[in-house]
Structures are given as structure tokens and as C-alpha cells.
């Protein structure tokens, strides 16, 4: 396979995952906002904030606008073209990237994502913004599961197919611990006024990541912080948690290369087996408090990494030998 | 719904002078009429939006907004019956067979030239003339490998050759994808309409690449393209998915030391034995033709002219597709074939002849301007359309490059039923059969036929607001 096909197979599936994440970030804090009793938009840009700070996406929004509205940040994640993390920025990259590699992917996923694209190219933002459009948001996330079952049906499982699974489950885990930092920048209670306002808080993190009722079968109804750091970092059923991502990237790593699951054949495959260990030998209290929080900063941070090792190992325009690799990783 | 209109004051596809169809439009005909307006304009929708959801697009330059655009398609077929083919397809080869021994002449003796039927400047102030392929010998002889040729049709509907297209011509994925739009909007026109296949195009082209492999057995063939922003993207990818061959960029080529082409794969490299390049000469070897060129693969040419790669069409091609080489076209056929051309030119001026300047010069208003190396509509006066500034302008740039220009009186393109603001109306047409060259001349039985969609327009380029139709080769007459 060229590496630029690698390459596009790859960020086409990322750009489509971090597009349906976003609509889900921005669907659930619409509905949150509606539960809270809130005047005026300025109270709630306030729900917002963490969003954009998780997303490190604060300061190119204060660039972009002048004014803190509810309004203005669902225009910059869902439509600002200038925003290359927006919904649309993602779904015309991802469209970019099939484009280039059409001859690849079957013509029923080019057509969906080309489909994809019109549908949001094409939607009113004054009134998407202005109106919660659900029907708009529903619409993108079953967008991205027609694509994925698309995918699984017409795509070939051969090498092609696990570039797309990588990219996928890469951009998946960071975006689960994302949407859980979330929580570390919302408005806390000094005094604990207001119980409620934790639970709605996890619930819409929790709803984020579609998580909301398969942890309440795994956990009941404990709605705290610590059972659901463990759920969405640790949980060995949820296809969302950090550690069945990994796990699943580490598959398709080592299916690429053919190397035995107990070994690795270069940096890519080493960093993502010692992060994978990392979360399946955590114990809860690794996901408390503070331990908790540098957990998270070093799965986000070793994901980085791996991407990285990864796109140099098959993606860049060097030339590689397998086998010249191979002596290397025995000596 | 109604299929009558204006067809008076040039040479019209359907109807005969007298109002009745043509034979072999009879059977459309009676089709259409059947049908009512809100089906026709149902159909045509469905077969937009699919085009739309398909992607299938081009792209315009120096258009910011919206820089793919679909292909505007017409309902309305074009029919050519089998006798009118067959003449085509005569002339096609014929043509074809002399556009290669030219090319293979002027690479070599130059026999042509010292005979005196083509001037030497001809060749020397050719923009397209590749020194570099002096003495060489591509793979089996072959220059054009695939050929678009342009034809129209005067007032009195004779067939005349307006230009060769033997560098990369496009459009031939338009050909088949508009009869696929056909057959899925008219599903039960097709099993009566006795019009040829088209279908293996992609095929034969991976065929005529296989025979010019450097060896033997199996070759890895590749398509090479500048990337998605060329406005026919779809079109190589298109060929390149029909014949199962690879899609390359210049980024994704090398050549390595040992003067043979590899691709970079996921793991490793991969050797490309023959490369159907859709990026034009000037850019295909930064080493030897322009430094600038990103798009291209340093060393390619070393890996040619080793013998280690094919490339269709060869390097150099350009000089006989050039405009100003077209007037010496049915001279060739004479010299090389000894054979009257079947398929006659247009009448063409050459400004860089003194005689043919003076004319030029004191008739512009009356003459089709044309630069002689651009392609797509491009850098053309149509001088009674233009306006005195734009002829003055003209007449100084054809002053100072005369070479650069050719002039040729308007002919009045035949017209076809094309549907118009919700009824059938007059356009003018040209066809573009494609031509492969391989052990033989093999000629598609279709073609690309463009549609100028403005009333009165002469200009059927894609690029200028023109459109297509599918295009119908019968089995017989009618």
C-alpha cells in the first residue's frame, strides 16, 4: 500500500471520528443547558468554557469572535471554516482525504461521506445555532455509524482496513479523556449547595461519549467521580473507554506488521503496549483525584506520541526496510 | 412531451431540412413524445442529484467559489448511425497511424522536413519539441498511445477535424458515466436502442498499456496524477480503480540509483513498470524539464530512457497536437500513406506565414482566433462575438507572436435538441471520439459529445460553461 493512502486511510477515519465526537460534545451540552436554569447568554457561554478549554480551543475562539455567546461558540465548533477543528473543518477534511484515495474505498463510502458533506455544507447555521437543532446533530451521528457499518461491510479486512481502525480508535481515546477533563473545568459549589449539579454534570459527560446507560449497568446508579473515571478510562466492555481503544489499536498495529502481540517491531507498537499495561494493571484509586488527572494527561500525551511514531513508521515519505527495522529492534 | 423547436439555420442532429426525424433519431423520438413533462423533468433531476452525490465533478480555475462544479449532463442523446461511423472510424485511424509515423520521423531523420512538406521552424519554434527525445525509440514504437480527437460538423453536416488531442486528452469518463446516467434515467430505452458498448473502455486502455511493458509478464501499471485539485481528478481515478491500477502522485514515485521508477509503499518500495501520466511533459521531470515542478518525479526521465519505464502517452507528443502542426496533418497522411485523408481539416491561416498574417490581420473580425498550445478554450477570440477592444488586442498579440496563433473561419457547429429552460432547444455540438494505439488501431464506438448550453454559443469546453451528452454508435443505420 503507498504510504500516502496509508495516510489519507488514516485521517479520513480520525477527521470522521472528531467530527461525530464534536456534535456529541455539542449536542449534550445543548441539552444540559436546557435542564439548567440559566439568564441571559453570558451564563451560558459559562457551560461552554470547559468544552473549549478541554478542546485547547479557547484562545483561537477568543481570536475568532469578540463576544461570549452560547450562540457564537456553537457556530465556531459546528460551522467556522477558519476553526479547522469544527465539525464542518473535519468532515470536508475527511472528505479530502477519501477523496484523494477514491480508487480505495468502496463507492458506497465515498458517497456517504460525499453525502455527509453536502448535508452539512448545506444546513442552515443561523438556525442550528440558534435552536438546538437536534434533528441537525442526529443526523451527523448517524452519519458516522452508516459509515462504520458501511465500512465493515463493502471494505476489505486486509492492511487498508486496519489503518482505519488506527486512526480511529487513536483519535477515540483522546477524545473519551477529553470529555472527561471536561469536569475538571466546570463550575464547581464552593459549599455544597447544589448535589444535583455534579450528577447533571457527569451525566452529560457520560452522554458525551454515549456511555450514559452502559454505566449504569456496569456501576448502578453511583453517579461519582471516581466509578466513572474508571468506567470511561478502564472499562474492558465499553467501545469507548481508553483502554478498549488502545487495546483495539494495539490489534491492528501489530496486524499490520505481523509481529507477534508479546513483542514489538518498532516505536509505535512499543509505546502503545506500555500505556495499554498502564491501564490494565490500574487500580481505582490510580483514577482518583489528582492520580487521576495525571493519568489522563499521560494517556492524552502518549497517544500524541504514538501518532507520531506511527505516521513516521508508515506514513512518511522516507523510504523504509522492514528489514533494516527489524535488525535494529533485535540488536 | 414536446419535442419540436427552431432547428432552421444550420445543419440540426434530429430533424431533416424538410421537419421530419433523421432514421435513426426515429425511434427517440417517439420515446420522448410518449413521455410526459413532469416525468422527463423527474428524470433529469434524479440523475443530477446522483452526479452530485457521486462526486463526480470537475474543477474550474480562477473560480474561488465553488471550485467543483458537476458536469452539466443532457437527457437528450446523440445518435450516430453505422454507416456515418464507419467513415469516422476510417478516417480516425488514419489519421492516428500518420500522427505516429510523424512523430516517429521528426524524433529520428526528420524525412518529412528535408522532403519539404513541413517547414523545419514548424519544429523548431514548437513549443512542445522535445530534444530530449531525439534518436530515442519508445517501447514498440509507439508515441500516441491514446487519443482524443475533436470533431464538428459544418452546415451541410460533413464531418471536419477541428484538433488532436495527443498529449492527456480528458473526458473519457464522462463518456461512460453518462451512459450509465442514461441507463439508470431511460432503463427501458437500452435493450432497443442498438447502441454499441462502451463499457470495456477502461479495459482495452489497460491492455494498450500492457503492450508496451518493458518485459514480458506481469507489469505493475500506475496512474499518474497532479492530485485532487486537477480539474479532472475524478477522471484518474476513475480509470485507475476500472483497470485495478495503482493511483500515484509524484510524492508517492523515486528513482533510484538504479534508473527504474518505485513506488512507497507501507512497506517498502515497489517498481512501476509503466506509468499512464496524466500531467503534461513540462512537469513531469524537475531534472530535466521545469525546476519548479512539485508535481512531477525527479529522474524519471533517466528511468525512460533507460528502458526501465513505459510511459503512455511518450514524452513529446505535444508538437504534433499542436495547432499549428494540424495544418500540416493532411500532408502527412499523403506522405506517409500515400492516401487521400478521409476526415478533411478545417481551413486553418498560419499568421507566422506572411500571406496568411496579412489575411489574418485585415479579417479578424470574421476569424476564430486560436493560441496554438492551449487547450480547454483558453486564450481565444471568436471574432464576431468580440468586441473592437478585444480584436485590437488580438491583432497586437498575434503581431508580436505570430507563431503563437492560428486563425480559422467560424464554422457553424451542428445543432442538437438539448433540453433549455424546461423545453428542447437548438445547442451547438462537437464530438470527441477516443483512439487507442496498441498492436492496431482500435477506435471506441461513442465518444464525448460536448454541448454548448448557451444559446448561440460556439464554445462546448467544459471550463466554459459548456455540457455533454451520451452518445450512441448504432449497430445499423437505424
Redesign the interface.
Known amino acids: 500500500?503507498?504510504?500516502?493512502v496509508?495516510d489519507s486511510l488514516f485521517w479520513m477515519s480520525r477527521y470522521i471520528e472528531r467530527a461525530e465526537n464534536t456534535v456529541r460534545l455539542v449536542d449534550v451540552t445543548h441539552q444540559t443547558l436546557l435542564e439548567t436554569e440559566h439568564s441571559g447568554d453570558g451564563a451560558g457561554y459559562s457551560h461552554w468554557e470547559p468544552t473549549l478549554l478541554t478542546l485547547g480551543d479557547k484562545a483561537a475562539y477568543d481570536t475568532l469572535y469578540s463576544e461570549r455567546s452560547s450562540f457564537n461558540v456553537t457556530e465556531f465548533l459546528t460551522f467556522n471554516r477558519d476553526n479547522p477543528s469544527s465539525v464542518y473543518s473535519c468532515i470536508a477534511s475527511a472528505r479530502?482525504n477519501a477523496?484523494?484515495i477514491?480508487?480505495q474505498i468502496s463507492?458506497e463510502m465515498?458517497?456517504t461521506l460525499?453525502?455527509l458533506y453536502?448535508f452539512v455544507k448545506r444546513a442552515d447555521a443561523q438556525k442550528v445555532c440558534s435552536e438546538s437543532d437536534f434533528e441537525f446533530f442526529a443526523r451527523i451521528k448517524e452519519f458516522s455509524h452508516l459509515f462504520r457499518g458501511i465500512l465493515e461491510s463493502t471494505f476489505p479486512q486486509d492492511?487498508g482496513y486496519e489503518y482505519v481502525v488506527c486512526g480511529r480508535e487513536i483519535e477515540r481515546a483522546v477524545k473519551t479523556c477529553q470529555i472527561l477533563d471536561t469536569k475538571r473545568h466546570m463550575p464547581s459549589m464552593v459549599k455544597k449547595v447544589d448535589d444535583a449539579l455534579d450528577a447533571v454534570q457527569f451525566a452529560a459527560i457520560l452522554r458525551s461519549c454515549t456511555g450514559f446507560e452502559a454505566f449504569h449497568h456496569e456501576y448502578g446508579s453511583d453517579l461519582d467521580a471516581t466509578p466513572v473515571r474508571q468506567f470511561l478510562l478502564l472499562s474492558r466492555k465499553f467501545p469507548r473507554s481508553a483502554l478498549f481503544c488502545i487495546k483495539r489499536l494495539q490489534s491492528s498495529m501489530h496486524a499490520?506488521s505481523g509481529c507477534p502481540i508479546t513483542h514489538f517491531s518498532n516505536t509505535s507498537e512499543r509505546l502503545t503496549g506500555r500505556l495499554l499495561s498502564t491501564l490494565n494493571y490500574a487500580l481505582a484509586e490510580d483514577v482518583q483525584g489528582k492520580n487521576g488527572d495525571k493519568m489522563i494527561d499521560t494517556i492524552k500525551a502518549e497517544l500524541g506520541a504514538i501518532a507520531i511514531a506511527f505516521s513516521r513508521q508508515?506514513?512518511a515519505?522516507e523510504?523504509?526496510?522492514?528489514e533494516l527495522e527489524q535488525s535494529q529492534s533485535q540488536s | 412531451m414536446n419535442i419540436t423547436y427552431d432547428h432552421s439555420g444550420f445543419f440540426d442532429e434530429m430533424y431533416q431540412a424538410d421537419g421530419t426525424p433523421r432514421p435513426h433519431y426515429a425511434k427517440l423520438v417517439e420515446t420522448l413524445s410518449s413521455l410526459s413533462d413532469t416525468d422527463f423533468k423527474t428524470r433529469k433531476e434524479a440523475v443530477e442529484l446522483a452526479f452530485l452525490q457521486q462526486g463526480i465533478t470537475f474543477t474550474v480555475y480562477g473560480n474561488e467559489e465553488s471550485t467543483e462544479k458537476i458536469f452539466p449532463f443532457d437527457l437528450i442523446p446523440r445518435i450516430i448511425p453505422a454507416s456515418e461511423w464507419a467513415h469516422l472510424e476510417k478516417g480516425l485511424i488514419q489519421r492516428m497511424t500518420a500522427l505516429n509515423l510523424f512523430l516517429h520521423d521528426v524524433y529520428h531523420e526528420q524525412k518529412i522536413v528535408k522532403d519539404g512538406i513541413v517547414p523545419i521552424e514548424v519544429l523548431q519554434s514548437g513549443k512542445h519539441f522535445r530534444k530530449e527525445m531525439v534518436g530515442f525509440e519508445p517501447p514498440k514504437g509507439i508515441y500516441i498511445h491514446i487519443c482524443g480527437t475533436d470533431l464538428i460538423r459544418d452546415h451541410k453536416g460533413d464531418y471536419l477535424v477541428l484538433e488532436d488531442n495527443g498529449r492527456c486528452p480528458s473526458g473519457v469518463s464522462y463518456m461512460i458515466e453518462n451512459r450509465r446516467a442514461m441507463k439508470k434515467a431511460f432503463p427501458l430505452l437500452f435493450p432497443v436502442s442498438g447502441a454499441r458498448s462502451i463499457t470495456d473502455y477502461p479495459d482495452k486502455l489497460h491492455k494498450a498499456l500492457e503492450y508496451v511493458a518493458p518485459f514480458d509478464g506481469d507489469a505493475t501499471i500506475a496512474v499518474l496524477t497532479p492530485g485532487i485539485y486537477n480539474s479532472a481528478y475524478f477522471e484518474h481515478c476513475f480509470l485507475a480503480r476500472q483497470m485495478g491500477a495503482e493511483i500515484v502522485q509524484g510524492q508517492d514515485l523515486v528513482v533510484n540509483d538504479d534508473d527504474c521508477l518505485y513506488m512507497k509503499t507501507t512497506v517498502g518500495l515497489k517498481r512501476v513498470d509503466v506509468l499512464y501520466r496524466r500531467i503534461d511533459d513540462d512537469f513531469i521531470d524537475p531534472e530535466v524539464f521545469r525546476k519548479d515542478s512539485v508535481l512531477g518525479v525527479p529522474g524519471l526521465m533517466r528511468a525512460y530512457r533507460a528502458g526501465n519505464l513505459s510511459l503512455a502517452n511518450a514524452i513529446g507528443t505535444g508538437i504534433a497536437d499542436d495547432k499549428v502542426t494540424y495544418c500540416f496533418v493532411p500532408d502527412m497522411i499523403k506522405y506517409y500513406l500515400d492516401q487521400d485523408p478521409i476526415l478533411p481539416n478545417v481551413e486553418t491561416f498560419l499568421p507566422y506565414r506572411d500571406k496568411d498574417m496579412k489575411y489574418v490581420q485585415e479579417n479578424m473580425e470574421n476569424l476564430v482566433v486560436k493560441a496554438a498550445n492551449e487547450a480547454g478554450g483558453y486564450g481565444m477570440l471568436i471574432g464576431p462575438h468580440a468586441t473592437k477592444a478585444e480584436i485590437a488586442d488580438f491583432r497586437e498579440k498575434v503581431k508580436k507572436h505570430p507563431r503563437d496563433f492560428i486563425a480559422q473561419p467560424p464554422i457553424s457547429l451542428s445543432r442538437h435538441p438539448t433540453y433549455c429552460d424546461g423545453g428542447l432547444d437548438g445547442r451547438h455540438v462537437d464530438l470527441r471520439p477516443y483512439i487507442l494505439q496498441s498492436d492496431k488501431v482500435r477506435v471506441i464506438p461513442g465518444g464525448l459529445t460536448r454541448v454548448a448550453l448557451r444559446k448561440g454559443s460556439l464554445v462546448v469546453n467544459s471550463s466554459q460553461g459548456g455540457g455533454s451528452k451520451d452518445t450512441w454508435v448504432l449497430n445499423a443505420d437505424q
Open positions: 500500500m503507498l504510504c500516502r496509508a479530502e477523496r484523494t477514491r480508487d463507492t465515498w458517497e460525499n453525502k453536502l492492511i499490520i508508515y506514513m515519505a523510504i523504509y526496510d522492514p
